[in-house]
């Protein structure tokens, strides 16, 4: 099969799995609409918000009059963690808005066996669903006075339990019994049937399948629940997480992009300034630059590994080339945007060469450097937990990679979660920096 | 005829040569003469080189032919004798008001005491005593302007050279700061070379007004003008009055029409 076409049966997979998943978008879409709807209704009986933007009577189309809205932002969030708590039974939700949950607790059933000579038994399975972490209940089972045994099973909820129900029977499936039908309803070889609580299927080979109902919950080693996450981020934060404590953790992962982006931005900056103020550096890096740029830092991953293993220089190493041509394009732009009037003019008031760098170029090369940075950041946060899913023994990325190899999902939902926090810490850290350092940002 | 002293422009040519292979006679043989202390306005359609003499004369450009004397030293770069005003966004945007206009003292090493008094004597001049401390981006258009005079003089240059340095303000402001323009003229004695597209403000500000003509950039005519003398100590709106104004704005606005027609004419014939 030709890449072509192996490419267009992907697609096809990947077309079918977004139209199974387009009910669910417009659901989401419709429910978006619905919140505005009551929003608008509830807006009415608050007093009317008195700034400029109520008085515009065109808004559709106007940038400036569509600013956050906050409410939408707080429901948003909301429904988000109403969502997980419902999907996942949480304690913090009531329990009206759970989605029905796994079956536990007794359930139980008839079966009707058939002999060779054509006659009919009947019997009863009694089934006990317990939950996970639970000890199995031990079952009496009364086998009964007729041939065909009762029996008993207790049964994890999640899981199926095939059940030999011939073991106990006077006639077994090699005296050529067989099952016939399930409380009253008929069923063959490889058939189905749904009892309450239940799933019944009897296998090719004659066996009993016995599945109970899983609800809509998910299972929490898929989605744990809200409080399972906290549960663990309070005992790693006290206990530590695989031989180090959570704030090792953050603090390593940190520490690697704060090292990095320091060193990224102490070559990168004086690189730039050369770039911007001599053809010949700008000749000689220009190609370098301009080809390592598109190269994903992911990318350099293996090769910082195999030249500097999986220690923290590995890792510094692989940062400061993230952070490196970031900041070296960042002063390059800065430099380059001065507006020639700015040098002209200083030139005319008497200021030397090295006076116009550190009095005109430098200042006026702050911002670029200011958004160079913070985007540089933000690249070398998204790097250093790549890293660490590679290869590292402690960190945020690896945090989450150790948890995976272990199903630690809690874990590994609450590494994400720190994960973003500390983004957007840090974003919100180098926004209120700019916003003290250079305050005549885009008003020139 | 050459003097000593001011500004003497000889037989100034300059011809930029194109990426193309081609080039553009921005400026044939231009003569001028500006004794220390005189006040010329130069108007001209777009293209005809005004600001291109202008960076020459600053020392931003290196003329093809002939050469500039400012007080008989040849001009060979930018220096602090030659003041420049440009029309916006020249200020240096992270240095507050007082900074920016104490910039060139400071970069000769004057010192610190003297800057101050320096800077504050001039804004109050120019009626920004109470900004001192502002940001020059939470200015008006207006007051910039007035900020970079100011700046432009703390230096004492023997020449200020503007380039439509009231281009990008609004009739009224622009008016005000005409009145300011001529008050510093007469109170600091400086030359002054002032282009604008206005020919109102070139009546107004200019003792001796040039008119240059386009293809290749010459001067086209001079006149000598008595309205900016007046205007130093009446309302400008007073010396429009003067029976004269009238007369010579439509003479020098006809000659500006026809230049341009003739320059559409030309367009149109090339295509
Ligand atoms: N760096 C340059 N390279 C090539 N041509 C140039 C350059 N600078 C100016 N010119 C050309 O020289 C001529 C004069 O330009 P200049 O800017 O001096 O005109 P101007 O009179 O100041 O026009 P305006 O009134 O529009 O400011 C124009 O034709 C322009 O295209
Ligand atoms: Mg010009």
């Known amino acids: 099969m030709?890449?072509?076409?192996?490419?267009?049966?992907?697609?096809?997979?990947?077309?079918?799995?977004?139209?199974?998943?387009?009910?669910?978008?417009?659901?989401?879409?419709?429910?978006?609409?619905?919140?505005?709807?009551?929003?608008?209704?509830?807006?009415?009986?608050?007093?009317?918000?008195?700034?400029?933007?109520?008085?515009?009577?065109?808004?559709?189309?106007?940038?400036?009059?569509v600013t956050s809205n906050s409410a939408a932002s707080v429901i948003s969030i909301a429904l988000i963690f109403v969502l997980w708590g419902s999907f996942t039974g949480s304690r913090w939700l009531p329990s009206v808005l759970h989605m029905p949950g796994a079956f536990q607790g007794e359930a139980g059933f008839s079966y009707t066996i058939e002999l060779p000579d054509g006659s009919t038994q009947d019997a009863t399975v009694d089934v006990v669903?317990?939950?996970?972490?639970?000890?199995?209940?031990?079952?009496?089972?009364?086998?009964?006075?007729?041939?065909?045994?009762?029996?008993?099973?207790?049964?994890?909820?999640?899981?199926?339990?095939?059940?030999?129900?011939?073991?106990?029977?006077?006639?077994?499936?090699?005296?050529g019994a067989k099952i016939i039908a399930i409380n009253g309803q008929s069923i063959a070889l490889d058939?189905?049937?749904?009892?309450?609580?239940?799933?019944?299927?009897?296998?090719?080979?004659?066996?009993?399948?016995?599945?109970?109902?899983?609800?809509?919950?998910?299972?929490p080693i898929w989605l744990p629940a809200p409080?399972?996450?906290?549960?663990?981020?309070?005992?790693i934060a006290t206990a530590g997480f695989k031989n180090f404590m959570l704030v090792e953790h953050l603090g390593y992962s940190l520490f690697r992009v704060i090292v990095g982006f320091f060193f990224g931005a102490l070559v990168g900056i004086p690189l730039g300034y050369a770039m911007g103020l001599s053809?010949?550096?700008?000749?000689?890096?220009?190609?370098?630059?301009?080809?390592?740029?598109?190269?994903?830092?992911?990318?350099?991953?293996?090769?910082?590994?195999?030249?500097?293993?999986?220690?923290?220089?590995?890792?510094?190493?692989?940062?400061?080339?993230?952070?490196l041509w970031i900041m070296a394009i960042a002063a390059r732009a800065g430099v380059s945007g001065v507006r020639i009037s700015k040098v002209h003019a200083a030139y005319s008031l008497g200021a030397s060469k090295w006076q116009i760098m550190r009095y005109v170029i430098v200042p006026n090369s702050l911002p670029e450097i200011f958004t160079g940075a913070r985007v540089a950041m933000g690249v070398c946060w998204g790097t250093v937990v790549a890293a660490e899913l590679v290869a590292a023994e402690k960190g945020a990325g690896m945090m989450i990679m150790v948890a995976s190899k272990f199903q630690q999902t809690d874990v590994v939902i609450l590494g994400i979660i720190l994960i973003g926090a500390i983004g957007f810490a840090i974003d919100m850290l180098m926004r209120w920096a700019e916003k003290i350092m250079v305050p005549w940002k885009g008003r020139g | 005829m050459t003097t000593d002293h001011g500004l003497n422009i000889n037989n100034l040519s300059m011809r930029f040569d194109l990426p193309n292979g081609g080039s553009v006679q921005a400026l044939k043989n231009v003569n001028l003469n500006l004794k220390s202390g005189e006040l010329m306005s130069v108007l001209g359609p777009s293209g005809c080189g005004k600001t291109t003499l202008l960076n020459i004369i600053a020392g931003?450009?290196?003329?093809?032919?002939?050469?500039?004397q400012l007080n008989a030293s040849t001009v060979t770069g930018p220096s602090a004798e030659r003041g420049m005003v440009f029309q916006q966004g020249a200020l240096f945007e992270w240095m507050s008001v007082r900074e920016n206009v104490g910039f060139g003292p400071k970069m000769k090493g004057t010192p610190r005491g003297e800057i101050r008094e320096t800077v504050d004597?001039?804004?109050?001049?120019?009626?920004?005593?109470?900004?001192?401390?502002?940001?020059?981006?939470?200015?008006?258009?207006?007051?910039?302007?007035?900020?970079a005079l100011a700046r432009c003089l703390a230096n004492d240059p023997d020449v200020i050279l503007m380039d439509e340095p009231l281009g990008a303000l609004d009739a009224l402001t622009r008016e005000k700061m005409q009145s300011l323009v001529l008050k510093l003229w007469k109170e600091t004695g400086k030359t002054i070379i002032l282009i604008t597209h206005s020919v109102e403000e070139a009546l107004l500000l200019g003792e001796r007004l040039l008119v240059m003509a386009p293809r290749p950039g010459r001067i086209h005519r001079e006149y000598r003008l008595p309205f900016a003398d007046l205007g130093v100590d009446q309302d400008l709106r007073e010396v429009k009055k003067h029976p004269d104004y009238a007369e010579k704005r439509e003479e020098i606005l006809s000659m500006i029409w026809d230049m341009e027609e003739e320059i559409m004419g030309r367009m149109e014939a090339q295509s």
């Open chain 2, 60 to 68: 931003f450009l290196a003329p093809t032919e002939g050469e500039i």
């Open chain 1, 129 to 175: 669903v317990f939950g996970a972490g639970e000890t199995p209940p031990k079952l009496s089972v009364d086998e009964g006075a007729q041939s065909a045994k009762n029996d008993g099973v207790a049964i994890q909820a999640y899981r199926n339990k095939l059940l030999k129900w011939d073991a106990n029977d006077e006639f077994s499936r090699k005296d």
């Open chain 1, 2 to 65: 030709s890449i072509f076409t192996q490419l267009i049966s992907e697609l096809l997979g990947i077309l079918a799995t977004f139209v199974m998943v387009l009910p669910y978008l417009i659901g989401y879409v419709l429910l978006i609409m619905l919140t505005l709807g009551i929003w608008r209704i509830v807006r009415r009986f608050m007093t009317p918000k008195q700034d400029f933007g109520a008085l515009k009577t065109v808004t559709f189309g106007d940038e400036s009059a």
């Open chain 2, 121 to 147: 004597h001039l804004l109050d001049t120019v009626g920004l005593g109470d900004f001192k401390e502002k940001a020059v981006y939470e200015l008006s258009g207006g007051m910039q302007q007035r900020v």
């Open chain 1, 227 to 235: 409080e399972a996450v906290k549960d663990r981020l309070v005992e």
């Open chain 1, 279 to 323: 053809d010949w550096f700008r000749g000689w890096f220009d190609p370098i630059v301009e080809f390592m740029r598109p190269v994903p830092p992911l990318a350099l991953i293996p090769l910082v590994i195999i030249w500097a293993g999986i220690g923290e220089v590995g890792k510094i190493i692989l940062l400061f080339l993230a952070a």
């Open chain 1, 191 to 219: 058939g189905e049937v749904f009892v309450p609580n239940l799933r019944v299927a009897v296998t090719p080979k004659g066996t009993l399948n016995i599945e109970p109902n899983k609800g809509v919950q998910m299972e």
